[in-house]
């Protein structure tokens, strides 16, 4: 059942203030969809990469599954909408600031929103069935549209990762297309491929990684309007769902697969590095250095991936049906529902300093279903939901 949008902010006031340890609000990255540059958040940046360093560098989630943003993942965001500071309870102690408060809200113009990547105050929003829409986020109370590129019937965007003024679009079962974003105003197809599907994307440097429901597949983009095939499709374990990349790692989340990570050291050769199998299939990722977190329906793993060949497992979190994952630090926001309630947890917020014991500060109730994408950029939280195809914009800590 779809319900109103705006129940989110009354009920999430309703709530106590809480003792978080605040998001960062530097400049970072969004997951899920899709990175360009190095910025200082913890999930997957807006190339689809995450940091290769204990050091926080943000991202979407990545993709996948219409369940990512990508990584896809994977831009610099320099938007703040939290703040950094506030009332600390005592020198060192965690900022008190009370539960997510939805900010505003953004309706694609043509189709449903699903992955997206985040540049400044700039969204790259790919819309199932409308193509790719650029969205201007400066004002978040008031989000407006900058453009609309329609790829035309039958193409269904649903993840997107940007690097430099490129877009990189993952479309559901038709392949992919790259776009000059130069001027969000007028953009252009410059290079696509229907030969694959495209569960999610991600851009690292003059390399583009697509994984399909079979494996992963790399592109030399050195010229983004001549790419290039550098391997074909490495088959990976299960279907391959959402992808972040870390370094020389690129990082799988795959039904009935688990967790998969991949030497991409030589993007011409990707070789599988092991397989850490999940309880349910694997939705989506995050990354925060060398930790990964991986959703499922049983919850969130949390991995020590220091050696990508030996995954260790430092925790789980439980939580019914989770979809899409963020990390900012030690805070980690989680898009699911549970199904043994009729009410849906639409966003919970959990304390990730101890991976062994994640503490959950937060739960914000809303029967929105099926949430898509989610990332945390420059002290925001943005998400996609089915429930209103809209892309949501949210303090994740008001003081």
Wanted: one cysteine or more; proline letters at 7%; glycine letters at 12%.
């Amino acid at each position: 059942m779809r319900s109103s949008r705006h129940a989110l902010p009354t009920l999430l006031l309703a709530l106590p203030l809480l003792a978080i340890a605040c998001p960062s609000s530097d400049d970072d990255d969004g997951g899920a969809s899709g990175t360009t540059d190095a910025d200082t958040t913890s999930t997957p940046t807006n190339d689809g990469t995450a940091p290769d360093t204990g050091e926080s560098a943000d991202s979407g989630t990545s993709g996948g599954s219409d369940s990512t943003a990508t990584v896809d993942d994977t831009g610099a965001s320099s938007g703040d909408s939290s703040g950094g500071s506030g009332e600390e309870s005592g020198t060192t102690g965690p900022i008190v600031c009370g539960p997510p408060v939805e900010l505003g809200v953004f309706t694609p113009t043509d189709g449903d929103a699903r992955g997206f990547a985040v540049v400044g105050d700039t969204v790259f929003v790919a819309v199932r069935s409308g193509g790719i829409e650029a969205v201007d986020i400066s004002d978040p109370a008031t989000p407006t549209s900058l453009g609309v590129l329609d790829f035309g019937p039958g193409e269904l965007s649903t993840t997107i990762a940007v690097a430099g003024e490129h877009a990189y679009v993952g479309l559901r079962g038709s392949g992919w297309k790259i776009v000059d974003i130069s001027d969000p105003t007028a953009m252009l197809e410059v290079a696509s491929e229907d030969t694959n599907d495209a569960e999610d994307v991600a851009v690292v440097g003059d390399t583009f990684f697509v994984v399909n429901s079979n494996g992963i597949r790399t592109y030399d983009v050195t010229d983004p309007t001549m790419p290039t095939e550098l391997a074909p499709t490495l088959i990976l374990p299960g279907a391959s769902n959402a992808l972040v990349v870390v370094g020389d790692t690129a990082y799988v989340a795959a039904s009935g697969g688990g967790l998969i990570s991949v030497d991409v050291s030589d993007p011409a050769s990707p070789t599988e590095l092991a397989v850490f199998a999940t309880s349910a299939n694997a939705i989506n990722l995050a990354a925060d250095g060398t930790t990964v977190f991986v959703a499922h329906a049983d919850g969130v793993n949390i991995l020590d991936m220091t050696d990508p060949a030996m995954p260790v497992e430092l925790g789980l979190y439980e939580r019914d049906r989770a979809y899409a994952v963020a990390v900012d630090g030690a805070t980690l926001f989680v898009l699911g529902d549970d199904t043994a309630s009729t009410q849906v947890p639409l966003l919970a917020v959990v304390d990730v300093s101890d991976p062994g014991t994640p503490t959950e500060l937060d739960i914000s109730l809303d029967d929105f279903e099926e949430p898509y994408a989610i990332v945390f950029d420059g002290g925001r939280l943005l998400f996609t939901v089915e429930d209103d195809d809209s892309l949501h914009l949210v303090d994740p800590c008001p003081l």
